[in-house]
């Protein structure tokens, strides 16, 4: 490979053709090696490099040129061991633990625990409907293992926005073990109603979500109305932070991901709209499985200000 690069390079003469050591490269080399190849010639190709090759002669961009291929030839192996390293820090933010947690981590590892803890942990849900779930309920198989499949996103449960519709099951919520002892709420866990035994739910696991219910909730009902879903937050200032931060990988118009179809599509507006108490929760503590950020280390009020602008945006 490296003696085909060569060849390439070195018959040039004159005044270095424009982009075209690099565009030969990218059709023979890049092509084979991976993004973090592409990284490389995206950081050197810059107008200022273009511009320098521009004016270098045949005879002296040819052995350069052949100098800087078997640099990045002889490189390759670590730059497979960089994409190996940056592909485990990934994974690492969404599924591992830093070496020091705070309680903020803390609190928003068992938020996402609460919203689907098969998904923040990579496992798959027990087979079939959970045995505490009410005959009554219109939900079955893995969802039912979803702490908020009973309880809510507002945590109120059959006091809450889950006391009618097609998520009612008469549970009651978890806002009454605000305050808590964890270890109790850890022992409730493991008890025959909620079935989490150590082999489902590992004690990090568990400790975590038990956190969250007893110091991780908020009060749904001091920043979003109960009956219209109107957001007691300013637009304006939420259009700083998602135009700052979240536009980053939703997009400014928040439609960049699409949990839906073209036909019914799922945009941060369609769900802020829809169903505001799921949404601010996932702004506060992410989403699980995904490397999705959270607010939590802020004050609540600029998620709630965040989600106010996130239901100005559109929804299809």
Not at 20 to 32: A, D, I, K, Q
Not at 224 to 252: L, M, W
Request: hydrophobic fraction near 40%.
């Amino acid at each position: 490979m490296l003696l085909l690069s060569i060849s390439v390079v070195l018959p040039y003469r004159g005044v270095f053709p424009r982009r075209t050591f690099f565009n030969r490269t990218r059709g023979s080399l890049v092509s084979g090696q991976g993004d973090d190849m592409q990284k490389i010639f995206d950081r050197v190709d810059t107008a200022a490099g273009e511009r320098t090759w521009q004016r270098i002669p045949g005879r002296v961009a040819g052995p350069m040129a052949a100098t800087m291929l078997l640099g990045l030839v002889l490189t390759t192996p670590a730059l497979g061991q960089l994409a190996t390293d940056d592909e485990a820090y990934h994974r690492d933010y969404i599924y591992g633990a830093p070496a020091a947690p705070t309680e903020a981590w803390t609190l928003v590892s068992g938020g996402r625990f609460y919203d689907n803890w098969m998904s923040a942990l990579e496992v798959n849900a027990p087979a079939g409907t959970h045995p505490a779930y009410p005959s009554t309920g219109r939900q079955s198989g893995a969802s039912t293992w979803r702490c908020k499949e009973c309880h809510g996103w507002d945590y109120r449960g059959a006091a809450g926005k889950y006391g009618s519709g097609s998520h009612a099951t008469g549970i009651a919520g978890i806002d009454g073990m605000v305050g808590a002892d964890p270890d109790a709420i850890v022992r409730i866990l493991r008890g025959s109603t909620h079935g989490f035994t150590e082999s489902i739910l590992p004690a990090d696991a568990a400790e975590r979500l038990a956190r969250f219910v007893s110091a991780g909730q908020h009060d749904t009902n001091a920043y979003i109305d109960f009956d219209s879903g109107e957001v007691r937050g300013d637009p304006g200032r939420g259009a700083s932070v998602f135009q700052t931060v979240c536009a980053a990988c939703h997009g400014f118009e928040g439609r960049a991901l699409n949990w839906g179809s073209s036909e019914e599509p799922g945009y941060v507006g369609t769900e802020a709209q829809a169903n505001p108490w799921e949404v601010l929760h996932k702004i506060r503590n992410g989403h699980p499985g995904v490397e999705m950020i959270s607010l939590r280390a802020f004050d609540i009020q600029i998620a709630v200000d965040v989600l106010a602008y996130a239901r100005t945006l559109p929804a299809k």
